[in-house]
């Protein structure tokens, strides 16, 4: 039964990974904790093993078709390594019914942002960046005409430093924020930000892995492997899907999963919380 569940679990979350660049990560800690019987933080240590196998293999797939930016995947992965190392250490350093509690209201938050943000549209890149910065953002010039729209800068590094946070703290990967970051910040179209994202989420989560090396936790590396094996088939999936469905439909399809799951765990946390 075990293994049926690790083997569907998977394939849901990594065929969100490949059609989404994220949303469906967020529900590997829960999976593995209430439907698996794994140790909270067994569970967050093992989420990012799958989680950042996951993201490669389907970023692999992302790429041939040439919806990857490596160097901005990089330095995006880079920014938020410091975020990735800061959450790691909480992490092992909170009780985990505070840690099922926090995820529980951030599957919401996920849910929630899911259903409300407004998606551009796959292979339009939007309006370019001049014509969207506001009018009382600094711009500074040079020639040749170069434009800074640093408040725009700053918004993509706090929300790479955010991603890595989350990424080591709850061993997800973040998606749901890198994507609208590389989209409306950088001017990606929609299949792009979903491929650059998962090459980001791989690198958080390798440095979340090796933030947590030596902490001591035992893991059952079989259920670990199987989960990450059916993840790994819904990624490459994932990544078709998303050239011939329209991805505000699987959006809201996941969402409405992640918001099940996430009272669930809300009911299962907070009452050993507060007791």
């Known amino acids: 039964m075990v293994v049926l569940v690790a083997i569907l679990a998977g394939a849901l979350i990594g065929l969100s990974l490949g059609a989404l660049g994220g949303g469906g990560s967020i529900l590997t800690v829960p ?69 099922l509690a926090g995820f529980s209201v951030l ?18 890149g939007g309006p370019s960046m001049a014509e969207r910065i506001p009018l009382d953002v600094p711009i500074i010039t040079f020639k040749p005409r170069f434009i800074c729209a640093c408040p725009r800068a700053a918004k ?23 994507v609208p970051a590389l989209v409306l910040a950088l001017d990606f179209p929609m299949p792009v930000a979903v491929g650059t994202s998962l090459l980001v989420i791989a690198m958080n989560s390798a440095t979340s892995l090796v933030a ?4 001591g936790l035992e893991i059952d590396w079989t259920v670990i492997a199987l989960f990450t094996g059916a993840a790994v088939i819904g ?33 299962r946390s907070f009452p050993a919380l507060l007791g």
């Open 212 to 215: 947590r090396a030596g902490s």
């Open 31 to 99: 999976a593995l904790v209430y439907l698996v019987g794994m140790d909270t933080r067994a569970a967050t240590t093992g989420s990012l093993v799958i989680v950042g196998v996951t993201a490669v293999v389907g970023m692999l797939a992302h790429r041939r078709d040439g919806h990857v930016r490596m160097l901005q995947g990089v330095v995006f992965g880079l920014v938020g390594a410091a975020g990735a190392v800061a959450g790691t250490r909480l992490s092992l350093a909170v009780a985990p019914e505070v840690l």
């Open 235 to 267: 990624s490459l999936l994932g990544a078709r899907i998303v050239t011939k469905v329209r991805p505000q439909t699987l959006q809201i399809a996941f969402a409405g999963l992640i918001i099940a799951v996430g009272l669930y765990t809300a009911a």
């Open 156 to 178: 993509v590094v706090v929300a790479a430093l955010a991603v890595g946070l989350m990424t080591g703290f709850f061993g997800v990967g973040g998606g749901f924020l890198v």
């Open 107 to 124: 599957m919401l938050a996920v849910a929630g942002i899911m259903l409300t943000r407004r998606r551009v549209p796959a292979g339009s």
